[in-house]
């Protein structure tokens, strides 16, 4: 199958290092646009939907392949070995942030840095893990989700952006989520917020930034300081926000945040 058209890919910019934007839950590429301006003068920069999402092809879902997130992850790996030059960056948002970490393990050593903006490995409390939310919890989120997709999106979208004083963020998002076809959409959350993958992530050494805004209903800071634990390799950096977007939201503080971590290894000029 044609890469480009199942993932809508593009590739934009030239450098000695390729940066892959990968979009979480109910979003697509576009989301990623007040970041890669910064970034395609000095790396080669790809862009692409998951499957089921934005302008992919949709003939492409397969219900049993994407039941997990490995077969996003199978994808990503197949992005990575056909697009990227040189050292790759892969930059996760949410649930992506796995499907990259994922992807790595997949193929150990092809991911040379990761950068998680919101990533949770697991979503549900444990005795001994915070994640947020309950097992009850989840599932009313998911039944809700099943019996009213839309009404869903319209509610909960605005509230995952948060940004409030820049409500058209959260209008963008109801919006993206509004024009996922809603059978995808409802097995790619249950997929997502039923995951754990804590046991995979544990000791991964991949370089990693993990990017946890300061007031996120969906990825608390507890989750970006269990993370940072158990990634021997990782850096946190705590962006002022309210929201599960900050790329979005405080672009800015993002690519700042980026620049400092990717300097630090990728033999490119970064201002």
């Not at 998680?116 to 039944?143: A, N, R, T």
């Amino acid at each position: 199958m044609d890469l480009q058209l199942r993932n809508n890919l593009k590739v934009i910019g030239e450098g000695p290092a390729t940066i892959i934007f990968s979009h979480g839950f109910g979003c697509d590429q576009t989301m990623w646009r007040y970041l890669i301006d910064h970034f395609t003068g000095r790396f080669k920069v790809v862009l692409y939907d998951l499957v089921g999402a934005g302008q992919s092809d949709l003939t492409a879902y397969d219900k049993e392949k994407y039941s997990s997130l490995n077969g996003y992850a199978q994808d990503l790996s197949e992005i990575i070995d056909r697009f990227s030059s040189g050292p790759v960056v892969v930059v996760g948002h949410s649930v992506s942030a796995m499907i990259a970490a994922l992807a790595d393990l997949q193929s150990p050593g092809r991911i040379a840095a990761h950068v998680m903006i919101g990533p949770s490995p697991c979503y549900i409390d444990s005795d001994d893990y915070v994640g947020g939310f309950k097992l009850e919890d989840i599932h009313s989120l998911l039944d809700t989700l099943d019996s009213n997709y839309l009404g869903w999106s319209s509610t909960m979208a605005p509230v995952i952006m948060g940004a409030p004083g820049q409500p058209a963020l959260g209008e963008e998002l109801t919006n993206s989520f509004c024009r996922t076809e809603p059978e995808i959409a409802k097995q790619f959350a249950r997929v997502t917020f039923m995951s754990d993958n804590r046991k995979d992530v544990a000791g991964l050494t991949t370089p990693t930034l993990i990017l946890q805004s300061t007031d996120d209903l969906i990825a608390p800071i507890a989750v970006g300081e269990y993370l940072h634990t158990v990634l021997p390799n990782s850096s946190l950096c705590l962006v002022s926000n309210v929201g599960h977007c900050p790329h979005m939201s405080v672009p800015c503080a993002c690519s700042a945040a980026m620049d400092s971590f990717l300097s630090s290894w990728v033999s490119t000029d970064v201002d």
